[in-house]
């Protein structure tokens, strides 16, 4: 009997990611030129990151701090030696033709990060992921290509070396990814650290934070890895996910079918065709030639120095959601987005510790807070409105003095100004009524003026309760106490 041909669930990927993440250092990594993005091109170089004769690099200490504090947030051994080596990569864009990298010596080795999914239930489905190493080395230039007839020989290539020295820190994971959605949300992970760290911006469409993908897939059940294909040229998370997705289907496809062979080289996802495609064969470490920077000395980073800078790491995106999961009990869903945005995690943070309850400051913070500032391109940090004065407000509502439909009217207000909730409300005179007296006056009048519509609720009518609500907040200007509104009302309505 012929055996089944197999299946694609016969089969898993195994994936891994190199991030390399600019640092925010105002100078480059060996040099004084600046590393400000978007500078008129070729404006700022120096003879250092040129690569002249006769000059000597220095390393940028800022450097070395960030590398340690993201090697410390990604749960690394830091070396307390380790060197820089060259690297020989002959490319137009990198003046030296070689890049000062760190090789068997890297600066953090040995670490961990944790991924969380949330599944359809809306659990949260926790996975951690490998850090083979960090290591410290210099960017290369960029070139820009223009024309368009290749025909009459009009096409030709610009190179800018603004970028060439600008310090980079490369993240390489272990082969613990399965998934194109787990290397999205790898990569996400390593963003939100370097954003909570100030270590690197990570926007990708500027280019400071670029992932490659490392993907072979095997039988299931197999331990020897298949053969590895690096994907580059990918702007977005969700453009990982699609290119992993389609990599892994071509790879698979091709063992089942023999339509071609699988070998071990850099590909290109192609967004508009939704594909990858083959760009060159694959380096190895020996087509590199590496050997020990000459014109740098070793780093030696004490114990002391090490803790002092681990004491002033934040707290980092994973102990902020187990602790907001576990011990202020929101769900795994508001967890992510309040934790997403370190300015929107410290401002909610701030508005707990001015005394709201967690829901109610939740609620606000993703709801009306976040909607104004997308809206408005404004960060949290920058609100008017500040944390303390949100959680007044909330406190106003909490305590019956204004209602949730007077807290909105005068939210854009305080988010435009600022100041103090309640002297707000007090001047405009918003204050609810709460008066037992003072409402049952009001609604007598209102049940005095629409005998009709009473008539036709004792006959059965109920719906109207909400009519004759309506038009006591309506008559006392939004003010009237809700709750106490419907239990001072419904015994006259029942006659």
């Given amino acids: 009997m012929t055996a089944a041909a197999p299946t694609k669930t016969q089969y898993e990927a195994v994936i891994g990611l190199e991030t390399h993440c600019q640092l925010s250092t105002t100078t480059k990594i060996f040099s004084n030129s600046s590393t400000e993005f978007g500078a008129t091109p070729n404006t700022n170089i120096d003879p250092i990151c040129l690569g002249l004769p006769g000059v000597l690099p220095v390393l940028n200490q800022k450097v070395l701090e960030y590398a340690v504090k993201m090697g410390l947030a990604l749960n690394c051994q830091i070396a307390p030696y380790s060197k820089f080596d060259r690297k020989q990569y002959f ?16 600066i953090a080795e040995h670490g961990w990060l944790e991924i969380e999914l949330i599944d359809d239930d809306g659990n949260p489905q926790r996975k951690r992921i490998g850090i083979t190493r960090a290591h410290m080395e210099e960017d290369a230039g960029k070139l820009v290509h223009a024309g368009s007839d290749r025909l009459a020989g009009s096409t030709y290539s ?16 272990e082969p613990d990814i ?26 990708m469409q500027e280019g400071s934070m670029r992932c490659d993908v490392n993907i072979s897939v095997r ?46 080289e850099t590909r290109l996802w192609d967004e508009n065709l939704q594909c990858t495609k083959s760009m060159r064969g694959k380096e190895g470490a020996s087509d590199y030639r590496y050997f020990p920077e000459p014109d740098l000395t070793p780093i030696e980073v004490s114990r002391e120095q090490v803790a002092a800078w681990k004491a002033e790491l934040p707290e980092l995106p994973i102990d902020k959601r187990h602790r907001y999961e576990e011990q202020l009990g929101l769900s795994a869903y508001d967890t992510r987005v309040l934790t997403e945005d370190v300015d929107v995690a410290v401002y909610f943070d701030a508005v707990l510790n001015a005394g709201a309850p967690v829901k109610q400051a939740a609620n606000w913070v993703m709801g009306d807070i976040m909607a104004y500032a997308k809206d408005q391109k404004q960060s949290f940090s920058d609100l008017a409105l500040t944390p303390e004065s949100l959680a007044e407000l909330i406190g106003l509502i909490e305590d019956n003095t204004i209602s949730g439909k007077i807290a909105k009217e005068v939210l854009p207000e305080l988010l435009e100004q600022g100041g103090s909730a309640k002297a707000l409300i007090e001047a405009k005179g918003l204050i609810q009524i709460s008066d037992v007296g003072e409402l049952e006056a009001i609604i007598d009048q209102i049940l005095a003026d629409n005998p009709d519509k009473l008539e036709q609720f004792r006959a059965g009518k109920t719906k109207l309760q909400g009519f004759f609500v309506g038009q006591v907040m309506k008559a006392s200007g939004g003010r009237a106490d809700p709750k106490l509104t419907n239990q001072l009302l419904m015994p006259k309505l029942n006659g």
């Fill in 91 to 106: 490319y137009p864009d990198l003046p030296k033709n070689y890049q000062i990298s760190q090789y068997d010596l890297p």
């Fill in 158 to 173: 610009l190179v800018d070396y603004n970028r060439a020295g600008v310090p980079l820190l490369e993240i390489v994971s």
């Fill in 178 to 203: 399965r998934s194109g959605r787990e290397a999205a949300e790898y990569g996400q992970e390593i963003r939100r650290i370097v954003r909570y760290l100030g270590v690197c911006d990570g926007n």
């Fill in 219 to 264: 039988p299931v059940g197999q331990e020897a890895f298949g053969t590895k294909v690096e994907i580059k040229n990918m702007n977005s998370f969700s453009a990982i996910a699609r290119a992993i997705d389609y990599e892994i289907e071509r790879q698979i496809n091709a063992i089942e079918t023999g339509s071609e062979t699988i070998v071990q």
